[in-house]
């Protein structure tokens, strides 16, 4: 971020706008809105500028700019349409210390303007540091039609009783809650509806119910956090993370996501290095109960979805069993996400008929399970946390009697930028994964190809097929995929 977003107070101070022209007048539409001291200094003034006076005063000089021009200024805007008398004023102004505007001449500037929705006193800046101002207007566009036009007014009205609320309800947390209700409920509406003693009433009505009401009950909510591209949540989660007051995040959650929280929100990592460290796990528990007791409304994030791999199971009991409400939402899991990234169905009629998953640890080391059922015909499955336990399987999958070609498809870092595929069979696994330095987290799927589903894979993926089996570890040969 080269440019800062700030909101500058500019109540009684000077603003200096240099030219008279069609430049001149956009910003003064703008500036009329503050209520700063304006002056326009130039030789020649539109009479649309000059109209402007009527209904918002300011000076206007017309003659020549004069560097004692800048002698209070706060604030200049260099707008004429001489390019040279613009960057005389710019440079006069960066002499002395002032923040400048050139009107299209942003490497003469050290400020620059955003594109701005007005719901005064709700004001949304939007940027984009110069670079794609058609992308800032998009964003305008759908910010105006999603902001009820007197949205302005509930900010207003909530200025007015903030005071009122401070003093009526002392526990911060309930008195969070009552902004909630009163912002997002009835009082709102006959704010907007400009029903001011509709407005009191619903007031007086919530502020009795917070005078009977003791810290509030905090809740959890389990959220899967899909796979790791931020778009990949659900709305229900997103909603969550907006109102949460503490997020207790794992290690595979995206950073990105936590964009969508709420800034003040307080944040606990808890990265889980070894999956079933027992102590681990029991802290995690005492933190999430911890946090709900305090009346906080705790959003536990989990990578993928809660409920898969995810000791979903000991965190509800955990929080149940403290009398705390734990509602849970749906994320994509790993093997989803992955497969829908590459392209690979994980049914396919006729050919497909079970899809399971499976998890390559657990607390005791690898994992043991009916492999005859695994390898019997129309299965395919994903493990997870397996990149480590790979050459297990393929030693446990071949002594169950798999094909030794079984198709095998590695997708470590699914949905993320860095996101890679490797394809290979099942004889070759273990090799696969030491050779091309796949790391995890990776979701490895046996027993699904495109081929087999009459598609051609993507580009990218990176086939893993040395050039004889078993030749020597030097000899192998890796290659990419050419399109067919
Ligand atoms: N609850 C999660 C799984 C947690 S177990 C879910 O539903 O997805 C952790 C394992 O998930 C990792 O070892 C890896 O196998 C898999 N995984 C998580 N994120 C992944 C990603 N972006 N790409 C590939 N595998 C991923």
């Not at 905090?218 to 007051?245: N, W, Y």
């Not at 849970?328 to 899809?355: D, E, M, N, W, Y």
């Amino acid at each position: 971020m080269r440019y800062f977003p700030i909101f500058l107070d500019l109540d009684d101070r000077h603003v200096l706008i240099v030219g008279g022209g069609e430049k001149a007048l956009q910003k003064l539409r703008l500036l009329t809105k503050t209520t700063a001291r304006l002056t326009v200094v130039a030789e020649e003034v539109e009479d649309g500028l000059a109209d402007l006076q009527v209904q918002r005063p300011f000076t206007i000089l017309r003659r020549d700019f004069n560097e004692s021009d800048l002698d209070a200024a706060a604030l200049v805007f260099a707008a004429s349409d001489d390019p040279e008398l613009d960057r005389r004023v710019a440079a006069a102004a960066r002499a002395k210390g002032i923040p400048v505007n050139v009107v299209d001449g942003p490497a003469d500037s050290n400020f620059i303007m955003p594109a701005i929705v007005d719901r005064d006193p709700v004001v949304v800046a939007i940027g984009t540091e110069g670079t794609a101002p058609i992308l800032a207007r998009e964003i305008k566009a759908k910010l105006e039609s999603w902001l009820p036009a007197h949205f302005g007014r509930v900010a207003q009205s909530a200025g007015a009783i903030r005071q009122k609320i401070g003093e009526a309800i002392t526990d911060p947390v309930l008195r969070r809650r009552t902004w909630e209700t009163l912002l997002q409920g009835l009082w709102r509406q006959f704010v907007l509806n400009g029903d001011p003693s509709g407005a009191d009433r619903e007031l007086t009505r919530q502020l009795d119910a917070a005078r009977n009401e003791a810290t509030p009950v905090g809740s959890v909510a389990l959220i899967g956090c899909g796979p790791g591209e931020p778009d990949l949540i659900t709305l229900k989660a997103q909603q969550h993370l907006q109102s949460a007051d503490v997020l207790v995040v794992d290690r595979l959650v995206n950073p990105a996501i936590m964009e969508y929280a709420r800034r003040d929100a307080i944040r606990i990592y808890v990265g889980k290095e070894r999956e079933g460290d027992a102590a681990l796990q029991d802290e995690i528990n005492r933190t999430l109960v911890r946090e709900a007791l305090k009346g906080h409304r705790v959003a536990r994030l989990k990578g993928g979805d809660a409920f898969v791999f995810g000791r979903a199971a000991e965190e509800m009991s955990a929080v149940r069993a403290a009398g705390i409400p734990v509602t849970v939402v749906p994320g994509i899991t790993a093997a989803h996400a992955c497969a829908a990234s590459v392209g690979l169905p994980v049914t396919l009629r006729t050919k497909v008929r079970q899809f399971t998953v499976i998890t390559g640890a657990s607390a005791e080391g690898p994992v043991e399970v009916d492999w005859s059922s695994l390898v019997a015909p129309g299965q395919a499955f994903a493990i997870y946390m397996g990149v480590r336990t790979a050459e297990h399987f393929r030693e446990r999958l071949l002594a169950a009697g798999a094909q030794p070609d079984t198709p095998i498809v590695i997708v470590e870092n699914g949905t993320l930028s860095n996101e890679r595929v490797v394809s290979t069979r099942l004889s070759l696994l273990a090799r696969a994964i030491a050779d091309k330095g796949i790391v995890g987290p990776a979701i490895i799927f046996v027993g699904l190809d495109w081929a087999s589903a009459g598609l051609t894979p993507p580009e990218r993926v990176e086939l893993y097929e040395p050039a004889a089996q078993g030749a020597a570890p030097q000899s192998m040969i890796s290659q990419t995929h050419s399109t067919a």
